[in-house]
């Protein structure tokens, strides 16, 4: 019920990502089909050039589909953000069903009707489109049917760069741990597979009726591509050892720079440390550190009270320091001191953008709403205090729906004009480095994000010393201590235990 009631109210939302998906899937079939046929030919009637293809084609399926499109993220005319990448990676892993299927279906067919058809003075040219290629056709559908399954699961990872389609609804539902978010995404790519599969399959029969078919497998297939990205995430929070002091991490720059430093503190005084970072939204590490999964984790204030326990806004830090307290305690979490930096939401722009159109606030956004396109992070695309407050709370109304990204893209979608006003984070160090300005929060919309650690009560209570650790960083790291360790990460891709480990030294801890 919950998951037609979510259908219905966002019906204009789920029908333009079902037609990106049908974008994406059938524009990178039509290429590799016109790529893969050729080359599929030339692997049956030249194997010597016909190996090397395939040898090629096999090792772009081998090659994970998120590690692909980091691959060709920086590569020039084809990288970047957005339908363009996804489509080369699509395309990448669409051709060894079609190579390999054109090459199966052209080597079996019978030596005699090729003599015959030479015996009547056929040219090579006539045999190959008068009599190989009508045999083979059946193996070729067959191939193009594969691709186009794993085209249709495999689009769904292709969110996670900004190329849209019913991924967005599964990195979505991740980020909030929503299982109806993760199924408005995943069940439309199922049944999206499922006719195909049945459509292609009718024409392959019709080609060769009779033919023996293999048992087809879409609804495997596809329901495995399609939640690749849950299964990664839920792997992420196995059991840990009890020996040891289990620190997470959400996944961006920042979260893991605060992981590690939480883990590097303990392990300087000599407490056994287990590594859980990048494990994915607020919502993630919030389950696992309320399971035991995980032993502790940095929050920010302002996310805890509003997107996970739903509490009003608090605007005064004191106050919201207090009944993130008071509410964590009720559920065996302790709130350790603030470490002293405050990661507030910035809405960003390009400063050339800035000082010529004389940006300054939020409000003088309104300018712009209808000729800018925004974009955000799945998180603030769906939290309370995200996109749909900040709209009400200053008026916007954007004429182009926002593109939703992974976090550490939309600094670079906004930097290549690809979009034209982000909501980032004010300590991230790529506002600098990408010459981007943050806009003034006017009207005081968004509440204080001080950084604060969340550690299981239990383990306080058996292990105090991590009490000890972890407190001796309280107040010791400012904004611009945070942002030059953002910046050491992100822009000078210096390693973040490196990094951290640097800056513990110059605290002196």
């Known amino acids: 019920m919950r998951l037609l009631s979510f259908w219905m109210s966002h019906r204009s939302e789920l029908a333009a990502m079902v037609e990106r998906h049908l974008f994406l899937v059938l524009w990178s079939t039509l290429v590799a089909t016109a790529i893969g046929l050729p080359a599929g030919i030339i692997a049956a009637h030249r194997p010597r050039i016909g190996r090397p293809l395939l040898a090629a084609a096999s090792i772009a399926q081998t090659i994970p589909s998120l590690a692909l499109l980091g691959f060709l993220l920086p590569l020039p005319f084809i990288g970047g953000i957005g339908p363009r990448i996804a489509i080369v990676a699509l395309i990448l892993y669409a051709l060894l069903p079609i190579v390999r299927s054109t ?20 040219t090579p040219r006539q045999l190959l489109w008068l009599v190989e290629l009508p045999l083979a056709l059946p193996s070729i559908v067959s191939g193009i049917r594969i691709a186009t399954i794993v085209g249709i699961g495999t689009a769904t990872i292709a969110a996670a760069i900004g190329a849209g389609g019913l991924g967005e609804y599964i990195f979505r539902g991740l980020s909030m741990v929503d299982s109806t978010v993760i199924l408005a995404g995943a069940i439309p790519a199922a049944l999206l597979a499922l006719l195909a599969d049945g459509v292609l399959t009718w024409v392959e029969r019709r080609l060769s009726p009779g033919r ?36 997470g991490s959400k996944n961006f720059t920042e979260q893991v720079v605060l992981g590690e430093l939480l883990a590097q503190t303990l392990e300087r005084r000599g407490v056994a440390v287990t ?27 302002g996310t805890a009270l509003a997107a996970i326990l739903k509490q009003p806004v608090v605007k005064d830090p004191e106050a919201a320091l207090a009944a993130l307290r008071d509410a964590y305690g009720r559920a065996g979490l302790s709130v350790l001191p603030p470490l002293g930096f405050n990661n507030t939401f910035a809405i960003v722009v390009r400063r050339a953008d ?65 979009v034209d006003v982000i909501a980032g984070d004010a300590t991230s160090g790529l506002i600098k480095a990408l010459d981007l300005a943050m806009l003034q929060d006017n009207r005081g919309y968004f509440p204080p994000y001080h950084a604060v650690p969340v550690v299981r009560s239990a383990v306080l209570l058996a292990h105090p010393e991590v009490r000890q650790a972890l407190t001796q960083l309280a107040g010791r790291i400012s904004e611009d201590d945070m942002r030059a360790m953002n910046a050491a990460v992100d822009v000078d891709h210096r390693d973040v235990a490196a990094t951290v480990r640097a800056f513990l030294a110059r605290l002196g801890t």
Request: aromatic share 8%; with cysteine; net charge neutral.
């Open 103 to 122: 090459a199966a279906g052209l080597r079996s067919i019978d030596p005699a009707v090729i003599e015959a058809g030479v015996a009547m003075g056929m």
């Open 275 to 301: 590594r859980r970072l990048n494990l994915g939204g607020s919502f993630i590490c919030d389950r696992a550190i309320r399971s035991g999964d995980i032993d502790a984790y940095v929050e920010y204030t």
């Open 212 to 247: 023996h078919r293999l048992a087809r497998a879409a609804p495997i297939a596809i329901a495995t591509a399609a939640l690749l990205v849950a299964t990664l995430a839920a792997a992420e929070l196995g059991p840990a050892r009890p020996s040891t002091i289990v620190i």
């Open 354 to 418: 800035a000082e010529t159109l004389g940006l300054e606030t939020i409000d003088d956004l309104r300018r712009m709403d209808a000729q800018w396109r925004p974009g955000f992070g799945y998180e603030f695309a769906e939290r309370t205090d995200g996109y749909a407050g900040l709209a009400s709370a200053y008026g916007l109304r954007f004429t182009a729906p926002p593109r939703v990204m992974d976090l550490d893209l939309v600094y670079r979608a906004l930097a290549t004009k690809q």
